[in-house]
């Protein structure tokens, strides 16, 4: 059945992605969400109707929640979690840097995750217990194990001036002199995915959202990493502080966090 499952998501993801590369072509119109730097696209709320139609006419009986709408209560077991766009802020600037993130929970539990980046002709993507692939490639994360030579990944929140943010900022800063380099990609979902196939060696974030993170979870944990809060415990998806390692780092990043608190 997940098979069934991982085909549909697969297939959708393409589709969104090209119809965020036709709005990125022919323009698009962009509000604010509260904040002025928090920005929602005419593209959003397209790509997440697509997504959302396709779902309901396959799996009527399932559960959606998605970034820009009111979540959809099915009487089923399965529930689906989307970011029609992440890096909105990217994208709204016509920056090559987001994806769409579409995740499957069962019982509470992420078994499922595509993200389609179109930008890079990049799908990654894990089913629970079968291990995780960009394209056809099987992925793992990276092996290293000293902060020297890490590269690293940070998201700042948008509420800046919060206590959350200040810390974010006072991370970034000590990462920056311990690692190799830092980046922030601007896309939660594409950060958790680069430490997925190696390209990056940890990332945290304070103040994500479900659908930030549940297909990345499962991508990252079934290329051998870990995904968890900042204290190293249980991460289920209403939880907003996270950090993702490949295992090697996730210790010493922990000891930093603490270090910095
Ligand atoms: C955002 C991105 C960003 C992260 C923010 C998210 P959005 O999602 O993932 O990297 O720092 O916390 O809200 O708004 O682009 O879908």
């Not at 920005?39 to 959003?44: G, I, N, Q, R």
């Not at 959606?64 to 802020?89: F, H, M, N, R, V």
């Not at 793992?140 to 919060?162: H, N, T």
């Not at 006072?170 to 950060?191: C, F, H, N, P, W």
């Amino acid at each position: 059945m997940t098979l069934h499952f991982l085909q549909i998501a697969k297939k959708l993801a393409h589709d969104a992605g090209k119809m965020a590369l036709h709005y990125q072509e022919k323009g698009f119109k962009t509000e604010t969400k509260g904040a002025f730097n928090n920005l929602v696209t005419e593209a959003d709320h397209a790509v997440e109707k697509l997504i959302v139609e396709t779902i309901r006419k396959n799996f009527p009986d399932h559960s959606i929640l998605t970034e820009e709408s009111d979540p959809i209560q099915g009487a089923s077991e399965y529930k689906w979690i989307i970011d029609p766009i992440d890096g909105t802020t990217n994208f709204a600037h016509g920056h090559p840097m987001f994806c769409i993130s579409i995740a499957l929970i069962e019982n509470g539990k992420p078994i499922l995750g595509v993200v389609e980046m179109p930008t890079l002709n990049e799908t990654f993507w894990a089913k629970s217990g079968d291990g995780a692939y960009r394209n056809r490639h099987r992925i793992s994360v990276s092996q290293k194990s000293d902060f020297k030579e890490c590269l690293l990944a940070i998201g700042v929140p948008y509420d800046r001036g919060s206590e959350r943010a200040e810390k974010s900022y006072k991370m970034l800063r000590g990462l920056y002199e311990q690692s190799r380099g830092v980046r922030r990609t601007g896309s939660a979902v594409m950060d958790l995915c680069f430490v997925a196939c190696g390209r990056y060696d940890g990332y945290l974030e304070y103040g994500l959202k479900p659908w930030d993170i549940a297909a990345g979870k499962v991508i990252v944990e079934e290329a051998g990493g870990m995904v968890t809060n900042m204290d190293g415990s249980i991460l289920n998806p209403k939880e907003e502080n996270l950090l993702a390692s490949n295992g090697l780092m996730h210790q010493p990043l922990m000891d930093f966090i603490r270090a910095q608190s």
